[in-house]
């Protein structure tokens, strides 16, 4: 077995625990003819998984597109929340309510976004459109999916997915209109997000952009 080979079952055997172990978001029972997960070519992963009834879409999958490297790491993504093809084909644009992927663009194209190459497909049935985030991984993609299956709530275009420093505990975390609220900060704040974002990565250069502008994600209080 090649060592490209190795890479794609170990990071198959990885999706497919994910999807076992997660039952408050994967379906299980039913819709399984859908489920797929296998090697595409010598370095892609693709897979869709059936996720569980929501009140709103009804029948929606996890589409997950990875291409690896020569070192297995994985290279490019695509992971999309769309409207499950079951029962009837759809189109790339009615099929898709949002997706996050890590496809390189060009500064000078429309598609750039501040995090490139990490970005949000952040308006339903229309992929093109790309807004900043701070999600780079399956993991945190399927956090924020969890959110939005088990509590049936309605995406849209306005929700943002920023990884930042809380202002309270300066841990990272992923906005949610439920959760946490965008306020603003002081001048002393500020300068101690500067402080502890100094690392020169491009990551720490957006939370500095933010402090300096008075602009960070906190929290929201939780009411009493």
């Given at each position: ?84 093809q079951r029962e009837h084909r759809m189109g790339k644009q009615p ?130």
């Amino acid at each position: 077995m090649s060592n490209l080979t190795s890479y794609q079952a170990r990071r198959i055997e990885y999706i497919t625990t994910l999807f076992e172990t997660n039952p408050q978001l994967f379906e299980h029972e039913k819709n399984q003819s859908v489920l797929s997960i296998q090697r595409k070519g010598a370095k892609r992963i693709a897979a869709t998984l059936p996720l569980r009834d929501h009140a709103h879409y009804g029948e929606t999958v996890l589409v997950i597109s990875e291409k690896l490297n020569n070192d297995g790491r994985i290279a490019e993504y695509h992971y999309g929340w769309e409207l499950s093809q079951r029962e009837h084909r759809m189109g790339k644009q009615p099929r898709h309510i949002t997706a996050f992927g890590n496809e390189w663009k060009d500064p000078e194209t429309p598609a750039w976004v501040d995090t490139n190459p990490y970005h949000h497909h952040h308006v339903p049935q229309e992929p093109s459109k790309r807004q900043s985030t701070g999600i780079e991984d399956l993991q945190s993609a399927i956090t924020i999916l969890t959110d939005f299956i088990s509590g049936d709530l309605s995406y849209d275009k306005t929700y943002k997915f920023l990884d930042v420093f809380s202002g309270n505990d300066e841990e990272p975390f992923f906005s949610s209109k439920d959760r946490l609220a965008s306020h603003r900060i002081n001048q002393e704040q500020a300068n101690t997000i500067v402080r502890k974002a100094g690392d020169g990565s491009k990551k720490s250069k957006m939370i500095k952009s933010n402090a300096r502008r008075g602009k960070i994600i906190i929290r929201r209080n939780k009411k009493r």
